[in-house]
């Protein structure tokens, strides 16, 4: 891996990366840069190894080859590249040092909108969705992917409405929790994958 690509993003890149997302050239439709963190971050955390050139091309919302040929094209692709390999020194750090890259609710800068994020997790989760199975098939996997999952489901949303949750209260509350909640699925899907290879070892 060369140097480059071992650099975190700077607040300006990000903002620049922030800005081509929002822009006509990737489509209405491309992930914000909250969306792709999540993304990433269920990616890397994730029990499948899922290569680039799967999920770089679900970051846009036109064809690959369209982003490539633009002028600005291969420094994007570098500095997505960058934040994944970014997410994952984090990640790996001892303790981790991840947090969730998350937009504000309103201008007073004090309520998390959890949206995007929750939308590119479980879009990046849905890349291997058999894989991710055992997790939501454990009972506290299943509340923490729930969860996640609470902050985007239209249908989740509502259903709390009816109950009378505040749903900024409850947003603010899991985006405190992301971070524990990364690390501790990375950690079942670690374990989980050393138990499945122990049962296949010759004795």
Known sequence: MSLLLEQPLTDEE????????????VGKDAMSLSMLHGYLTAILIGPASVMPGQWLAQIWDRPEAVIFALPEGDNIINLVMRLYNQIADELAQDPPVYEPLLYWEDESMQNSSIEEWSLGFCFGAGLAE??????????????????????????MRED???????LVRHDNEVAEQIPEMVIEIRDFFRENGESSRSKHQLH
């Open 14 to 25: 990000l903002d620049q990366l922030d800005q081509f997302l929002y822009s006509d050239v």
């Open 130 to 155: 058999d894989e991710w199975q055992p997790l939501i098939d454990e009972e506290e996997g299943q509340f923490m992917f729930m969860a996640i999952m609470s902050g985007s489901d239209d249908e």
């Open 160 to 166: 709390m409405l009816k109950e009378g949750i505040d």
